[in-house]
């Protein structure tokens, strides 16, 4: 896991004694109030400011706070939302940025999204070329692996058990598929094509 491993270590304690652990818990496909989702977002955002690496820890100490089954909730919500954002256009658009992009990367690259909160996230998965908006510096070479490890470690942590996922996560990718041996990109995206062709 990379730089979920560097920040959290395992997910040890540094106290001698570990808490007791709360096995009481549901599973369910249910999303979490969207507004309650995008809100634990924001606070993890703007508790680091703006430090994706500090996010992801900042997540967990806000889903520490929540119960078992809101966890739960929060991971179908988070899946959910990682699922909407599987499509060709937004991958194309980050293949533009990166000067490639598998799908490992695609998949952490949309988790940084929703990390960023509700209205980029919006407007990011209505409008992928307006990721030509985001400074240089903050969108390549970025590590984007760590948020989504968040809600089934903080689970595992809260009651020693792993977390039921039932929610079934779109993982097809939709939209206008696009050659990388082709001009397709260039087409759909001029702007970002202009700004990162030295990339490419």
């Known amino acids: 896991m990379g730089l979920f491993d560097k920040l959290f270590g395992g997910t040890k304690r540094t ?17 979490m109030d969207e507004e309650v989702f995008w809100n634990i ?28 089954d809101e966890i739960v909730l929060f991971g179908n919500s988070f899946r959910f939302f990682r699922g909407q954002a599987n499509t060709w256009e937004l991958w194309g658009a980050i293949y533009v940025i990166q000067g490639g992009c598998g799908d490992d990367s695609f998949n952490d690259f949309r988790e940084w999204v929703i990390g960023q909160g509700k209205d980029f996230y919006y407007k990011t998965i209505n409008d992928p070329e307006s990721l030509v908006e985001v400074p240089t510096d903050e969108i390549v070479e970025v590590e984007w692996e760590g948020l989504g490890y968040v809600p089934t470690t903080v689970f595992q942590e809260l009651t020693g058990q792993e977390m039921p996922c039932p929610f079934e996560e779109n993982y097809d990718t939709t939209g206008i598929e696009w050659e990388e041996e082709s001009d397709d990109l260039r087409r759909m995206f001029p702007v970002l094509y202009a700004k990162y062709s030295d990339n490419l």
């Open 15 to 31: 106290s001698n004694e570990e808490p007791p652990k709360n096995t009481s818990f549901t599973s369910s496909d249910k999303l």
């Open 41 to 68: 977002i924001k606070s993890s955002k703007d508790k680091s400011k703006s430090d994706y690496e500090l996010q992801i820890e900042e997540l967990a100490n806000e889903l520490r706070q929540l119960t078992p």
